[in-house]
C-alpha cells in the first residue's frame, strides 16, 4: 500500500466515528478514576481511620447493615477500595431498589448513604456498553479497538522516521501574528494551529504507543467475548438439601468462616462478601491473596450460610488458561494491577495516558478540520470547525450524533 493510500484508512478510521471514539476514551478516562470521583463528591466515604485489610470488623459491619435496616436485604460488603476510603454494604429496599451504605473501618459504624448509581456506576455503564443493553452495547464499543488498531498501524506508516520523534517538542512560529499584513493573518494562523497541534499529534502518539497497544488487545478480547468467547468457570455449589431460612447471617457464623480462611490462606485479604440471595446459594468471600491480573472473584471460599462449612474454594492457578486470560484483561484495561489498595500509583498512570489518548482523538479532529480550512480558504468564515469535522464524518455521522440525545436522556433517567 502506498503511504497516500494508508493517509486514506488513517483518516476514515479517525474521522469515521470520532464522536464514538472521542466518547469512549474520555469516559474510560474518568472511570480509571471514578471512584475517586466519589470520594470527591460523597463525605460519607472519606474515612477517618485507615485499617488493615486483614483486621477489617466484617461482623460488625453486617450487624450494623442489619440492624439500621431490619426492612431492607444486605447484598454485598465491600471492603474500602484504598486507604482513605470506608467500607460499604449494599442493600436493597423493599421497593426492590438498591443503595450503598458506608462504614466505618476500624469501629464499624455507620458513616452515611449513598446511590447505588454512583459516578463509579456511571462511568463503568457508560464506558462499557453506552448504558445500552450489553449484548448491543459492548460489542459496539470493543469494536472502537479495530479503529485503534488501524490508527496505530497507519500512523507509523504515515510518520516517517518516527522512532526518531521521542523528544521532537512543539514549537510555535517566532513572528507574532500582528506582525504580518492582516490579509495573511487568518490564513497563517490557521497554518500554524495545523503546524503546531500536528507536532503535539505525533508526540503523543508515540508516547502512548504501548497504552494503545494494551487498549487495542484488551478491546479485542473483550469484542470477542460479546460475541460468546466468554471463559467457563466452575459453577458454585448448590444447597438443596438444607433448609435455609431469610434471617441474616449470624455474626459467629460469619466470624467462624473468616477464621477458616486466614488458617487456610494467611495472606488472603478479604475484598467482598457476597450473600445469598436464595436458598440455594452459598455466602461467597472473595478477595486477593499473591497473584496478580485477576480479579477478586478468581479467589473465592464459598460456604454454607447456616452451618458455616466451607463448600468450595476457588484458586487463579486451578482456572484455565481461557479464564486466567478472561481474568487479566480489566487489570490491564484499567490499570488494577494488583486489586486496588497500594497500586493507586498504577491507576493514575493509567489516567494519564487516557488523557493522552483523549487529546489524540480530539487533535486528529482538530488536523482535519484546519486542512479542510487551509484547502478552502473560503470556509474560515463560512463554516465552523465543528461543522467542518461532522460533515467529513461519512455515514457513522448521525448515528453517531444520535447517542448525545440518547445519553443525555438515559442519564437524566438513572439519576432521578
Not at 494508508?6 to 472521542?22: D, E, F, I, N, Q
Not at 467475548?225 to 459467629?252: F, K, M, N
Request: net charge positive; glycine share 6%; hydrophobic share 45%.
Amino acid at each position: 500500500m502506498s503511504r497516500r493510500l494508508w493517509t486514506r484508512v488513517h483518516t476514515l478510521s479517525g474521522m469515521g466515528a470520532c464522536l464514538l471514539l472521542s466518547f469512549v476514551l474520555i469516559t474510560g478516562t474518568f472511570a480509571t478514576i471514578s471512584n475517586e470521583i466519589d470520594w470527591l463528591a460523597n463525605p460519607a466515604i472519606r474515612a477517618q481511620h485507615s485499617v488493615t485489610p486483614n483486621y477489617l470488623p466484617w461482623p460488625e459491619f453486617a450487624k450494623q447493615a442489619n440492624q439500621h435496616y431490619p426492612e431492607s436485604t444486605l447484598l454485598q460488603l465491600l471492603a474500602p477500595f484504598d486507604h482513605q476510603f470506608n467500607a460499604q454494604a449494599v442493600l436493597r429496599n423493599p421497593q426492590g431498589e438498591r443503595f450503598r451504605v458506608y462504614l466505618d473501618p476500624k469501629s464499624g459504624q455507620i458513616t452515611g448513604e449513598g446511590r447505588w448509581l454512583n459516578w463509579q456506576r456511571f462511568f463503568r455503564l457508560t464506558h462499557r456498553h453506552l448504558m445500552m443493553p450489553t449484548q448491543y452495547g459492548v460489542p459496539i464499543v470493543s469494536a472502537t479497538a479495530f479503529l485503534l488498531l488501524a490508527l496505530l498501524i497507519s500512523g507509523l506508516v504515515i510518520y516517517k522516521g518516527w522512532y526518531k520523534g521521542w523528544l521532537h517538542w512543539p514549537t510555535k512560529a517566532k513572528t507574532p501574528l500582528s506582525e504580518l499584513p492582516k490579509p495573511k493573518q487568518a490564513a497563517q494562523r490557521v497554518r500554524r494551529s495545523y503546524r503546531y497541534w500536528g507536532d503535539w499529534h505525533r508526540l503523543l502518539g508515540l508516547w502512548s504507543l504501548p497504552f494503545v497497544l494494551l487498549m487495542v488487545i484488551t478491546g479485542i478480547w473483550y469484542f470477542i467475548e460479546s460475541l460468546g468467547g466468554r471463559a467457563d468457570y466452575p459453577q458454585l455449589p448448590q444447597l438443596t438439601e438444607i433448609e435455609h431460612t431469610s434471617a441474616p447471617v449470624e455474626a459467629a457464623n460469619l466470624t467462624t468462616m473468616l477464621a477458616q480462611i486466614a488458617q487456610r490462606q494467611p495472606e488472603f485479604q478479604v475484598k467482598r462478601i457476597v450473600w445469598p440471595t436464595s436458598a440455594e446459594r452459598p455466602l461467597v468471600i472473595q478477595g486477593q491473596a499473591q497473584t496478580w491480573l485477576v480479579r477478586d472473584r478468581a479467589n473465592h471460599f464459598a460456604f454454607d450460610p447456616t452451618s458455616g462449612a466451607l463448600l468450595q474454594r476457588r484458586q487463579p492457578q486451578d482456572l484455565s488458561l481461557h479464564a486466567r486470560i478472561s481474568e487479566a484483561a480489566d487489570p490491564l484495561h484499567f490499570g488494577w494491577l494488583k486489586g486496588s489498595e497500594g497500586f493507586s500509583w498504577a491507576r493514575w498512570l493509567w489516567c494519564v495516558f487516557g488523557i493522552m489518548l483523549s487529546t489524540l482523538s480530539i487533535s486528529g479532529c482538530h488536523l482535519f478540520a484546519t486542512k479542510a480550512f487551509m484547502r478552502e480558504p473560503q470556509q474560515l468564515t463560512a463554516k465552523s470547525w465543528f461543522y467542518t469535522c461532522f460533515s467529513q464524518m461519512g455515514p457513522l455521522k448521525w448515528p453517531c450524533a444520535a447517542l448525545i440525545p440518547y445519553l443525555i436522556v438515559a442519564s437524566v433517567y438513572l439519576f432521578l
